[in-house]
Each structure stands twice: as C-alpha cells, then as structure tokens.
C-alpha cells in the first residue's frame, strides 16, 4: 500500500460524555492477477493399450506477465463512538457505542479473476474475463464497558 491516511477527530462535551470519529484512508494493495489462462494438456496416454492416442485434459494454467500487475480499490471506513463517563469513588467506568465504517463501504478483501460464459452476436459461446471482489464487514456496531481504578 503506498498512502494511508487517519484523520481522528474527538469533543468532549463534558465529564460525562464524549464523541469519538476516525476516517482511515488507504490505497489499494499491489496485487498479482493473471491476464489469461490455458488449457494444460497432459502427455500422450495410449488408450486401453490400443494404440490409440488421446490428450488427457487437466485443469488451466494462468498466466501471468509481471508481479503486481494491478492495484485493488482504495480502501477507506468512518468509525464513530459515543463515550459516557462517570466517576465512581473507586475508578471510573465507561460505556461506549459506536460503528465501525459507518457508512457501509464494501472494501475489497481481496480480488480474483474469474471467468463467465456469454454469447457473442459474431462468434457464439465464449468466455470473457470478469474482476470479481470479495467484502468482509460492511459495518459493525459495538457496545463496550469498561472500568479504570
């Protein structure tokens, strides 16, 4: 990741209660993708001993030109919390709610390439490339509590 940014902002409005935000900014990770993919085929097998040859088909083989050929989205949250005090004789506890990536932006986890079928209107059936993105949590509310003494 070349930049990462945090901007945090805090008020407190009084001994008892204080709000909390901070929006994380990333740009996305270098990351290695393959621009196409081959057909493996296994050596000659000779069929039933007959002497008849085939190729025996194996799974593709991606290829792939340069190491971090392509760069995932940015990535960026806004996390919020509300923070209330209060002042026991023995410490102090505290309650806090809040959001992390309050707005619910679907930050890339990770990417692959993926392959779907599609009728072309010139050639017939093929197979075009598709980037395809994995999310994680789009926004997570917590309740916390704790004690200082």
Same mark, same amino acid.
């Given at each position: 990741? *070349?930049? =990462?940014?945090?901007?945090?902002?805090?008020?407190? $409005?009084?001994e &008892?209660?204080?709000?909390g935000a901070?929006? #994380?900014?990333g740009? @996305?990770?270098a990351?290695? +993708?393959?621009? =196409? $993919?081959? +057909?493996s085929?296994d050596?000659?097998?000779?069929? +039933?001993g %007959?002497?008849n040859?085939?190729?025996?088909? +194996?799974?593709?083989?991606?290829?792939?030109?340069?190491?971090?050929?392509?760069?995932?989205?940015?990535?960026?949250?806004?996390?919020?919390? !509300?923070? !209330?005090h209060?002042? $026991? &004789?023995? %410490?102090?506890?505290?309650?806090s709610? %809040?959001?992390?990536n309050a707005? !619910? *932006?679907q930050?890339?986890f990770?990417? /692959?390439?993926d392959?779907?079928? /599609?009728?072309s209107?010139?050639?017939? %059936?093929?197979? $075009? &490339?598709?980037?395809?993105?994995?999310?994680?949590?789009p @926004?997570?509310?917590? #309740?916390? /509590?704790?004690?200082?003494?």
């Amino acid at each position: 990741r *070349r930049h =990462d940014v945090s901007v945090v902002v805090s008020w407190k $409005k009084n001994e &008892k209660f204080d709000i909390g935000a901070a929006w #994380v900014y990333g740009t @996305g990770n270098a990351v290695t +993708l393959a621009y =196409d $993919k081959y +057909l493996s085929l296994d050596n000659y097998n000779n069929y +039933l001993g %007959g002497g008849n040859m085939y190729y025996q088909e +194996l799974p593709y083989i991606e290829n792939v030109e340069n190491r971090n050929n392509y760069r995932m989205p940015s990535y960026h949250r806004l996390d919020i919390s !509300f923070n !209330f005090h209060k002042k $026991k &004789k023995w %410490g102090e506890r505290t309650w806090s709610l %809040g959001i992390y990536n309050a707005y !619910f *932006r679907q930050n890339a986890f990770f990417v /692959y390439v993926d392959y779907e079928d /599609y009728q072309s209107p010139n050639i017939g %059936g093929r197979q $075009k &490339k598709v980037l395809k993105q994995v999310s994680l949590f789009p @926004g997570i509310p917590y #309740v916390t /509590y704790s004690f200082r003494f």
